[in-house]
């Protein structure tokens, strides 16, 4: 299975910061197949980006991923005091569908 | 405004069949083509996608729970389940119910577009 490892496990930013997440898979695929949510605690994750760079209907362009091959990234460019959360990684490329363990954004 | 909401006993007893329902409003899983499944979020093991059903009844499961693991949808209450059988401690954990998109390239079950809030079962005597 592939295995995804997020860094840092936690980021502590302030509003108006630049937050860039990283995600490394264990074996290479295609980035067609790369997704990543927000998680806020009791509410529903969000999908933010499908396919390393594609933002569906309604995600804010501050969200941007790119990447390709094992190392993939999540930027968001200016924080905004709604975007403190977990975020994930998650591969679609190969059973079975497998996640990042999250990093959390925190405010500092 | 498709929503996913998930419902079930919140304690589950080991040994037992972990049951859960996922009620879907504003889309119908008979005609959407779309794949409808869950995942779980436990402390010792993060985020574990379980696996889908598709409109047509096909299933994909992870391979580590396949031997335990039943989704099925009911296409008259537009809802669908999972059964998870000889639960244990180990399957105690929130679990979402989500739609997942099929990719494009390949059919197969692809990134999750729609979640619900989740559910907390735990598994205990």
């Known amino acids: 299975e592939i295995v995804l490892t997020q860094s840092p496990g936690t980021l502590s930013l302030s509003p108006g910061d630049r937050a860039t997440l990283s995600c490394r898979a264990s074996?290479?695929?295609?980035?067609?197949?790369l997704a990543w949510y927000q998680h806020k605690p009791d509410q529903a994750p969000r999908l933010l980006i499908y396919?390393?760079?594609t933002r569906p209907t309604g995600i804010p362009d501050r969200f941007s991923g790119s990447g390709s091959g094992t190392d993939f990234t999540l930027t968001i460019s200016r924080l905004e005091p709604e975007d403190f959360a977990m975020y994930y990684c998650?591969?679609?490329?190969?059973?079975?569908?497998?996640f990042g363990q999250g990093t959390k954004v925190e405010i500092k | 405004q498709v929503r996913l909401q998930e419902s079930g006993p919140g304690l589950v007893k080991p040994s037992e069949t972990l049951s859960l329902i996922c009620t879907v409003s504003g889309a119908s899983i008979k005609s959407s083509s779309h794949y409808w499944g869950w995942i779980r979020q436990s402390p010792g093991k993060g985020l574990e996608w379980i696996g889908t059903?598709?409109?047509?009844?096909?299933?994909h499961y992870n391979p580590s729970l396949t031997s335990r693991v039943t989704i099925s949808g009911d296409m008259s209450k537009n809802h669908f389940s999972l059964n998870l059988t000889s639960a244990t401690a180990a399957d105690t954990g929130v679990y979402f119910c989500a739609r997942h998109s099929p990719d494009f390239w390949t059919g197969t079950p692809g990134y999750m577009d729609v979640w619900g809030k989740g559910t907390t079962v735990i598994v205990s005597s």
């Open positions: 998650q591969q679609y490329a190969d059973s079975p569908r497998t």
């Open positions: 059903v598709y409109t047509d009844g096909r299933n």
């Open positions: 396919g390393t760079s």
């Open positions: 074996q290479h695929f295609s980035s067609s197949f």
